[in-house]
């Protein structure tokens, strides 16, 4: 399929592609998808001097473009970062694997036995922005879940996503996997999105992974079932008992060790009872971190007022807003006013005030004692994600393999018949 076909067109006839190939995933042992997989990182490490060559035009594109700081970030691949890509790859074929899991069995007075069982979703599609590793997790978990995949990249990353899906491919080919079972839409053109978004029938499930406006519209226009998340608008609230060294690592941790990243600490709150809350604000600020407070946070240390936008905004960058809060109780009643449901942690050695927070905060990660920058699937054990869910059906949090299965009745009896 070139990219000069109608979309409309283009993407049906991928969809018919990945159904044939969904169907032999579907039946492929652990086995075969684990040895495909590490084939496909080996392919990967071998194409490090093209993936990079394709990355350095798309980051002369996204400069000459005035793409932000942030987004260039997101964009920008080096040898490290295409090592670790692979070492995901590698990560998700090491991993259980969910298909034909058995949830849970259960006898019926009858003597029919019924059970759970996990089952690959069938064809999904992602649309995504700015990360190209997005390529190579999104491929990996979608095969190991026994999925076909239909990747629609940005077009700011187009070169880098061509490269690492002709790697990927490689590997599935030298394990006799179609290559269907990954396909990367060859256009650029939004039209591609809104045909995958209307595909119902043909697509089972589309994942949007990028920005607000992404995601907003995936969401209002898609007749296929979405698994998405919007903003990553992050808290980490400092309790008085708090240690202070502690909350100071973890507080410039979860801001400044990658800005740009969905699991970034966008608002500071702060006890009012806190004894260490001017030095904390002070070292954040010196860590290189632009500040915006209320007003009692702009009474300790000198920084722009805080807007009432800002408390909504997921600002993906080096900049931050802070909170005084009267305890626990407001810092909650804060996250539920301005969070988005995604990552909150707290700081606390107080363990009641601690667990309260656990419990109340309605966000799919909530930490205690340890940086918002966790709330990644490697680091939760998971090999890579697709995404973070942050709605509360069908799978929430990083979402990995488990995730991207579900589950069907299996009833073996022996003759019943219902009276």
């Known amino acids: 399929m070139t990219d000069t076909a109608e979309p409309g067109a283009m993407i049906a006839e991928m969809a018919r592609r990945a159904r044939a190939a969904s169907g032999l995933l579907a039946r492929a042992t652990t ?8 084939a496909a ?13 394709a990355n350095a035009e798309d980051m002369a594109r996204g400069e000459a473009n005035a793409l932000s700081p942030a987004m260039l970030d997101r964009l920008k691949l080096d040898e490290a970062r295409v090592m670790a890509m692979a070492d995901g790859v590698e990560a998700v074929a090491q991993l259980p694997d969910p298909v034909g899991r ?16 996990r089952v690959p979703i069938g064809v999904i599609g992602i649309v995504y922005e700015s990360r190209p590793n997005v390529t190579a997790d999104a491929a990996a978990l979608c ?36 290559e269907d079972s990954v396909q990367l839409v ?17 697509i089972d499930l589309v994942v949007p992974r990028g920005g607000k406006s992404l995601v907003a519209r995936v969401q209002a226009e898609a007749r296929v079932p979405v698994l998405a998340h919007l903003d990553g608008i992050n808290h ?23 800005t740009g990243v969905c699991g970034a600490m966008e608002t500071l709150l702060i006890d009012r009872g806190y004894r260490h809350a001017r030095s904390l604000i002070a070292a954040l600020a010196a860590s290189g971190c632009e500040l915006r407070g209320d007003e009692a946070a702009r009474a300790l240390v000198d920084m722009a007022p805080a807007s009432a936008a800002d408390w909504d905004t997921e600002y993906l960058d080096a900049i931050a807003s802070v909170a005084m809060v009267d305890g626990v109780e407001d810092a909650i009643t804060h996250i539920a006013a301005h969070g988005s449901h995604h990552t909150d942690a707290i700081v606390a050695e107080d363990r009641a005030v601690a667990e309260r927070f656990l419990a109340e905060v309605d966000s799919a990660i909530v930490l205690w004692n340890a940086s918002t920058q966790f709330a990644d699937g490697g680091e939760f054990g998971l090999g890579a994600e697709i995404g973070i869910a942050t709605g509360r059906l069908h799978a929430r949090g990083p979402v990995a393999l488990e995730g991207l299965t579900t589950y069907k009745w299996v009833g073996r009896g022996s003759g019943q018949t219902r009276p």
């Open 31 to 38: 086995r075969t998808k684990a040895r495909a997989l590490f």
């Open 41 to 53: 990182a080996a392919a990967i490490r071998s194409a490090i001097p093209a993936i990079l060559a």
């Open 102 to 117: 058995q949830i849970d069995e259960a006898y019926r007075p009858n003597g029919l036995m019924l059970s759970r069982v």
């Open 143 to 178: 095969v190991m879940a026994g999925n076909a995949a239909i990747l629609r990249g940005g077009s700011e990353a187009v070169a880098s996503n061509r490269a690492i899906h002709t790697a990927f491919v490689e590997g599935l080919k030298a394990e006799d996997l179609s």
């Open 186 to 202: 060859p256009t650029t053109d939004r039209a591609a999105v809104g045909a995958m978004l209307a595909a119902d029938g043909a």
């Open 236 to 258: 980490v609230y400092v309790d008085r008992s708090a240690d202070a060294s502690m909350a100071e690592g973890v507080v410039i941790n979860a801001k400044m060790r990658r």
